[in-house]
């Protein structure tokens, strides 16, 4: 006898509903199901939210900002912390806690108002000069910093940690300076021979580990840190040989030079901001082109990114590793050149390369090994290094702050996970709003 109910398989059970075979997945496949209603569309968002929503996104530029503002508010914590009065205030906060409140925004906002008069503008200034001296203390510093930045992220571009920008700036300031005070030369043909010495000094120093890479495969890392010591020392060295060293003065510290070699003042002698800027500016473009527009970028590129594929493709590894080495040694030694040819001094001394190849390491990275990145991270780092020293002046701060603030953008630079955690950024979209533009939303 035939089962009545062959879906269901039991003579004894109802048939089984629409809805029942639709959730164990035993529909007829010739029956008809009616499909579930769907909800309208909501509107369509506008152009201003795809904006915010791309903004708050975690792109680069959002991430970056992020990070700016993070080492800001570490940095006042930093503040707030190495304030004996204010601490204090701290010892009663549960009695009264606006006197703490007040005397941290107080110390807090002093500190970050006079670090922005001393980089940018200051208010209060009477005269045209006042007004422009904190924007021209920024560009002094930030020039060399340009060069000794791109040089890093050159070498970052093709494969190579260069930590030798400290080295290749040295050598770079001493021989400009020798030939900024030993050569007589009409002014403009001195300025161009002693720049041209100066990334002549840079690019023999950078020529050394690139040819060891090259030909041994000896780590550039380790070559470069020992150039920096051998640089060092070869200038205290030559500061003080017959020839070198001024005569008029007992210390170590070199005949001046000619002003014949210095670089121009560009807004007046009263301001130290010089063409120094402009050259940073012109290298900028150079190497942006260098490395977008032409074969040896290309080359660069590829060596960096994978090496074997590389030599696998034709090209000279061998060739890049020295060239990128060599036009990165040329670029720290006029960062090293502008240190005597331009108004921060014009003598050598064993400090007068201060830390603006180790600072170019820090540069690169905060913008992100990419030539007009390393031009606003530079700007940012000479803002702070000019806004600091105001800020030890005005507000009793120490100038070890502003290392402090350099550090700490650079940790949650190299961190991006870190603060999209904090801000609960969202994965970027920048392909939906460049779509949305496309249709004319």
């Not at 304030?83 to 906002?109: E, F, H, K, M």
């Not at 002693?194 to 050394?208: D, P, R």
């Not at 190497?287 to 074997?308: H, K, M, Q, Y």
């Not at 031009?375 to 701060?397: D, E, H, P, T, V």
């Amino acid at each position: 006898m035939s089962n009545p109910n062959p879906v269901s398989g039991s003579p004894d059970k109802e048939p089984a509903t629409e809805a029942e075979l639709a959730l164990t997945g035993k529909a007829d496949r010739g029956a008809t199901m009616t499909s579930p209603k769907q909800s309208a569309p909501g509107p369509r968002p506008t152009l201003g939210r795809l904006f915010l929503d791309n903004l708050w996104a975690a792109n680069t530029v959002t991430v970056t900002v992020l990070a700016l503002v993070l080492a800001m508010l570490v940095g006042a914590v930093l503040i707030i912390v190495s304030d004996p009065d204010v601490l204090a205030t701290y010892g009663y906060i549960t009695a009264r806690p606006t006197d703490a409140l007040n005397a941290s925004w107080t110390v807090v906002s002093e500190a970050y108002a006079n670090l922005f008069k001393g980089a940018v503008f200051d208010p209060e200034a009477s005269g045209f000069t006042a007004a422009l001296s904190p924007i021209s203390e920024t560009l002094t510093y930030t020039a060399p910093l340009v060069f000794t930045g791109l040089s890093v992220a050159l070498a970052f571009r093709g494969g190579l940690f260069n930590i030798g920008a400290q080295g290749q700036a040295t050598m770079g300031v001493i021989l400009a300076a020798v030939a900024g005070f030993a050569l007589p030369l009409p002014p403009v043909v001195h300025l161009v021979v002693a720049l041209i010495a100066g990334a002549a000094g840079g690019a023999v120093w950078g020529f050394v580990p690139g040819i060891l890479k090259a030909r041994t495969g000896a780590h550039e890392v380790i070559n470069t840190i020992m150039l920096n010591y051998v640089a060092v020392y070869f200038l205290s060295w030559i500061i003080v040989q017959n020839g070198v060293q001024n005569p008029d003065r007992a210390d170590a510290i070199s005949r001046p030079v000619d002003s014949s070699a210095a670089l121009p003042r560009l807004l007046g002698d009263n301001l130290r901001v010089h063409a120094g800027i402009l050259l940073a500016v012109l290298a900028t473009w150079a190497i942006a082109w260098l490395l977008n527009r032409s074969t040896l970028g290309f080359e660069l590129r590829a060596v960096g990114a994978n090496p074997d594929a590389a030599r696998t493709a034709g090209i000279s590894v061998t060739k890049t590793y020295v060239l990128v080495m060599v036009i990165a040694g040329m670029l720290a030694g006029l960062g090293g050149s502008q240190m005597v040819l331009g108004s921060t001094a014009n003598a050598l001394t064993p400090l007068v390369i201060a830390q603006i190849g180790f600072d170019g390491i820090l540069v690169a990275l905060l913008g992100r090994v990419k030539p007009w990145g390393v031009l606003l991270a530079a700007l940012l780092f000479g803002a702070l290094q000019a806004g600091g020293n105001r800020m030890q002046s005005y507000s009793g701060i120490s100038l070890e702050l502003v290392t402090v603030l350099q550090a700490l953008i650079v940790i949650f630079i190299a961190a991006p996970a870190l603060v999209k955690a904090i801000f609960q950024l969202r994965a970027a979209r920048a392909a939906r709003l460049q779509t949305s533009l496309a249709k004319g939303w």
